[in-house]
């Protein structure tokens, strides 16, 4: 009796509801803000489901117009009488039972057939009805219950809610939001900033990021004017990455600690030399839930031996702490040309949120569980990368350069395991290996100062490494040859330097004991005795020496 009354109440007919839903769109239907809500969710990979008391044929269009799936919608569904005459339905004449929002209790029933078939952790329940309030009260319902109050307000689902809200709005401004900062403002720093600073403004659909992201810029004079200023002025470095625009939402700031203050995550992208510093001025400055990514290429020695950029970050200031590594000559990521590089991480939750940080349609990003492997990998290519030089200076062709990199890839790839036991093959095989590494040998800052060091000493210029990064560089580093320096006292350490000559015979170029020429004979030149200005011999191998030049007469050798 009670099914007739509601029934004869509805009393509509398959064209009413045509005639209702062409007449009420979707969007009028919507209250605002919810349309966002859902959009934020879904982009961050959170499923959402429509489960009402009302109609299915009334709820799908809606949940069309929200992006909803219809195997998402929980609704109830119309019986139809069909006429024998016109073989069409005419008459509404019950509900079909198999929904569960056609029982008592239908809401909970539904989240429960949502549990059954999906694996989730935890279940919201958003609503402004007792019906709603019922999904959390009974075993196996939601797990929380949001009250809205933004159409109707019952004083029972309001006391009883978790949390009561009047707009949607401010469920999507409590969706956690990441603050973003960037400590370094390099070449490869603005171009990673170019990309960070789109990603957190335009190509933010799940609203994830905080649109203004800080950058920390070493000052200088720059054009008769501090650097800050010219890059907030401008959203450009003109003096490291001139053209290539950083986005209207980064911010130089010249204070390392009022840059990383409230942050989130922290990119670190700085000469390596200069991280220890950092952290050690950092060490209670930031965030204890934050977590960082490095996108730096070094390592620092100790006297018990080498430690990575990314494990110096994690012991001075607790952070979990990935590594960006890939084929990224700032300037093609600035001008928007296809790229890629890997995220080594060991917390993957972390390593998620960083992709969707990096990721854009013209740089892809991968994950690799190996963060010390694509941290040798950048670390150690630029050591190749200068021997690349040495061979371009040369004037040889691709046989000899072909040679050299293949020989550095596997020095890079044997080192690096010796180092660490838990690096992956392949991760050499990654953009942080073999990709990187061409880049790095054909078009690289490393191999370029290489290049032109070749060049002028087998003209008989007597000019050293340290002169030529001021020259070509325009103030940034040269991590090759530091690199080289800090790899070479772990291998005389070791005893190690015979089983990697290329990295031997390339140290000892760039210290001055060898001629530039003498890179195609780095099969023997580690076996060499070293000549002592007085003319004696040593067996003695230059670790991290200062460099010595090389007489005029050695550069036709």
């Known amino acids: 009796q009670a099914l007739e009354q509601r029934l004869a109440l509805i009393n509509c007919t398959p064209a009413a509801i045509k005639r209702f839903i062409q007449a009420h769109p979707p969007d009028s239907r919507l209250v605002p803000g919810i349309g966002a809500l ?41 019986n139809w009488q069909w ?5 069409e339905p005419s008459r509404l004449v019950g509900f079909d039972s198999n929904e569960p929002t056609a029982h008592n209790l239908g809401k909970p029933a539904a989240i429960a057939r949502i549990r059954q078939a999906n694996p989730y952790k935890t279940i919201a329940m958003v609503g402004d009805g007792i019906t709603d309030l019922e999904a959390v009260q009974v075993t196996g319902g939601a797990d929380l219950f949001i009250g809205f109050g933004g159409v109707v307000q019952r004083p029972p689902v309001a006391a009883a809610a978790e949390w009561y809200v009047y707009k949607y709005s401010q469920l999507v401004e409590a969706l956690k939001r990441y603050t973003v900062a960037m400590i370094g403002s390099g070449a490869w720093a603005c171009a990673a900033m170019h990309v960070v600073a789109q990603n957190c403004l335009a190509y933010d659909a799940a609203d994830e990021f905080v649109d203004e992201v800080r950058m920390w810029v070493y000052e200088e004079e720059f054009q008769g004017s501090k650097l800050t200023q010219l890059i907030n ?63 730096i290429k070094g390592m620092r020695v100790r006297a018990d031996g080498p430690q990575l950029i990314s494990a110096l970050i994690t012991q001075y200031l607790a952070l979990d702490c990935s590594v960006l590594m890939g084929a990224n000559i700032a300037a093609d990521i600035g001008r928007e040309q296809l790229s890629e590089a890997v995220i080594g991480y060991s917390n993957l939750e972390n390593a998620q949120v960083l992709k969707k940080l990096f990721e854009t349609r013209y740089f892809n990003i991968s994950l690799t569980p ?7 990998c950048g670390t150690l290519k630029n050591i190749v990368a200068l021997a690349a030089g040495m061979v371009d200076g040369l004037g040889l062709g691709p046989n000899s350069k072909a040679t050299i990199m293949r020989q550095g890839l596997g020095e890079m790839r044997r080192f690096s395991k010796a180092l660490y036991a838990s690096v992956r093959d392949e991760t050499f095989f990654e953009s942080c290996g073999v990709a990187d590494l061409i880049a790095t040998c054909y078009g690289g800052r490393n191999r370029l100062v ?11 210029a007597t000019v050293s ?3 030529l990064e001021g020259e070509l560089l325009q103030g940034q580093k040269l991590q090759g040859v530091l690199t080289s320096n800090e790899v070479q006292e ?13 990295f031997s015979t390339v140290n000892r ?32 191998v230059v670790g991290a020496g200062r460099p010595r030049p090389i007489p005029t007469a050695e550069a036709s050798g």
């Open 38 to 78: 859902i959009k934020a969710l879904q982009a961050r990979g959170i499923a959402v489901y429509l489960i009402s008391g009302g109609f299915r044929e009334l709820t799908l269009p809606i949940a069309k117009h929200l992006g909803v799936p219809k195997e998402n919608v929980y609704a109830n569904r119309m």
């Open 490 to 502: 772990i291998l005389q350490q070791r005893g190690w330097e015979g089983e990697y000559p290329l």
């Open 370 to 376: 190996d963060v010390a492997g694509a941290e040798m």
């Open 450 to 460: 290489a290049l032109e060091y070749t060049t002028r000493r087998m003209a008989g």
């Open 233 to 295: 002025a401008r959203h450009e470095n003109p003096k490291y990455l001139p053209g290539i625009n950083l986005g209207a939402n980064t911010v130089a700031d010249p204070d390392l600690e009022s840059t990383v203050r409230g942050a989130d995550i922290l990119i670190f992208c700085a000469p390596h030399q200069f991280i220890r510093s950092m952290c050690k001025q950092l060490i209670g400055k930031v965030k204890p839930d934050a977590f960082a990514i490095s996108l």
């Open 509 to 540: 170029i760039v210290n001055g004991y060898f001629p530039p020429s003498d890179i195609v004979n780095f099969r023997e030149v580690p076996s060499r005795a070293i000549a002592s200005d007085g003319g004696d011999v040593s067996d003695e």
């Open 465 to 467: 490494f340290e002169q």
């Open 83 to 87: 006429d024998d005459e016109t073989g």
